[in-house]
């Protein structure tokens, strides 16, 4: 599952976690709000923006995080986008992550070489997985490169859309799942982008080891009256 730290209150993001933990979520991604999340639809763009008006930083969001492992056992990965995270300094940031307990970080906009050549022994370092994005239109070359170089799992962006700009799993998207599954790659998949109910959401674990669900848990959290009850809803609803 997908939220935006910051979101809907300033004070939200261990209370969204624990509910999730507590509603039988398998694995948790904290959005970074950002100014310009090119990777991401309007629901999660405005998600983003509410944070920041918020008052949401990395600074504070880590600050939020310090005591997470006294009681999240979940696997937790921060997403982002790199220029946040060069600002604050990459290694500092990198050992801000293991200090709170952060197993690893998706940065769709940092570039695979760029990581390989600069960053990986910073990530390596602090015991960060770096969780890599391919796409329809990612090369098989490529994939493979993403396949060795990768530890945790991979995320499969399920189209070449926004997200939350799509709404089913459509026959073009499982040709492309059934040949990501063809090529044996070592690490798990995940699938994301147009993942947003059960059906979908079953749709997706044919073809992979499970899916993420972002933009309709953001738009559950914004109509919430009751954050705890209305994840477990929500939650309970796809699993």
């Known amino acids: ?20 933990q507590a509603a039988g979520a398998d694995l948790v991604e904290i959005g970074m709000p950002y100014s310009d999340p090119v990777a991401d639809g309007e629901t999660i ?4 923006q509410k944070a920041l008006l918020n008052g949401m930083s990395v600074k504070l ?27 604050y300094g990459v290694a500092h940031f990198c050992q801000s992550c293991q200090e709170v307990g952060v197993d690893g970080l998706i940065l769709p906009d940092m570039p695979f070489d760029v990581y390989i050549n600069e960053y990986k022994d910073i990530f390596d370092r602090y015991g960060l997985l770096n969780i890599f994005l391919i ?16 530890n945790g799992f991979i ?9 939350g700009a799509q709404t089913g799993i459509t026959h073009a998207m499982e040709a492309y799942f059934a040949r990501i599954n063809a090529m ?9 982008f147009g ?32 954050l705890e009850s209305d994840i477990a809803h929500f939650v309970q609803n796809i699993k």
């Open 184 to 192: 044996q790659l070592r690490n798990p998949r995940l699938i994301g």
């Open 45 to 48: 763009q405005d998600s983003n």
């Open 135 to 150: 796409t329809p239109q990612t090369s098989e070359a490529r994939i493979r490169q993403i396949d060795q170089r990768s």
């Open 1 to 20: 599952m997908y939220f935006t730290a910051g979101f809907p209150a300033l004070n939200d993001t261990l209370r969204v976690l624990r509910a999730l």
């Open 61 to 87: 969001l880590f600050e939020q995080l310090r005591e997470m492992r006294q009681e999240i056992s979940l696997p937790v990965l921060l997403m982002g986008y790199i220029n946040p995270v060069m600002q």
């Open 155 to 163: 995320y499969m962006v399920s189209s070449a859309s926004v997200t």
């Open 195 to 226: 993942i947003n109910d059960r059906h979908t959401f079953e749709q997706a674990c044919q073809h992979a080891s499970g899916a993420i669900i972002g933009s309709a848990f953001i738009r559950a959290l914004e109509k919430s009256q009751n």
